[in-house]
């Protein structure tokens, strides 16, 4: 597989956390910057404050069996881009009975750009049974106090760049443009392959809004590099 090429001035930001029972559950976002490059000391003072961030405006949503237990970011600008990891132990205050691992509170981030697949999302292992209408949905109240606490943690987010970071926003990123058709040359079989951008798309996130629809992390529950 052909390597991901740079991104423009943009922070790929991962969150881990473990769920209680040594399962891992990720989930990702990307922050645009107009400055400077961060060192890695910046991206660790940057980290740092995600950490407080989460633990101020949104681990009342996890069930008192998650725990958060890092925050890394790497920089996409260059392949030498700055990298950092930042231990976390931020453990979850929702009480009500826990859901298994692969329970995900989908956010969709909204951008202008119409695509197929809709929209960007963040999957976040939030909400407990109490949380529930039924097997599918989210109480109104979670939905409430997950739009509140994204809003105010990104919102945070935002305002911890380093000093030369210039304005920070949160992007979604684009790597792929529709699919180009690959044969192989053993079985005869065909197979669609996604068809890597020469240049990534940067779109803005102008929206964010809690669905309440259940979701999964699916595969996204299985450890994976970071």
């Known amino acids: 597989m052909a390597p991901l090429p740079p991104v423009s001035k943009t922070l790929r930001v991962a969150l881990e956390w473990n769920m209680g029972d040594g399962t891992p559950a990720i989930t990702r976002f990307f922050i645009h910057y107009t400055g400077t490059a961060p060192t890695a000391a910046d ?9 407080t961030a989460y633990g101020t405006n949104l681990k009342s949503l996890q069930d008192t069996g998650g725990l958060l237990i890092q925050v890394h970011s790497v920089d996409l600008d260059s392949v030498t881009g700055a990298v950092d990891v930042t231990g976390a132990s931020v453990g979850g205050t929702r009480t009500g009975g826990v859901l298994g691992a692969s329970t995900a ?4 981030y909204r951008v202008a750009r119409h695509y197929r697949g809709g929209h960007p999302r963040g999957y976040w292992p939030f909400g407990t049974q109490t949380d529930l209408n039924d097997r599918n949905t989210w109480k109104s109240t979670l939905l409430s106090a997950a739009d509140t606490g994204f809003a105010a943690f990104f919102t945070a987010v935002l305002a911890a760049g380093w000093g030369a970071a ?8 684009s790597y792929y443009s529709g699919f180009h058709v690959v044969t192989s040359p053993t079985t005869g079989r065909a197979r669609n392959v996604p068809t890597l951008r020469g240049t990534p798309l940067i779109d803005t996130v102008t929206a964010r809004k809690a669905q309440s629809s259940v979701g999964s992390q699916r595969r996204r529950d299985a450890y994976q590099s970071l």
Do not use: E, R
Request: cysteine-free; overall charge negative; hydrophobic content about 55%.
């Open 105 to 108: 509170l989908v956010d969709s």
């Open 43 to 51: 991206l660790a003072t940057f980290d740092a404050a995600i950490v």
């Open 166 to 173: 210039g304005t920070l926003t949160q992007v979604n990123v």
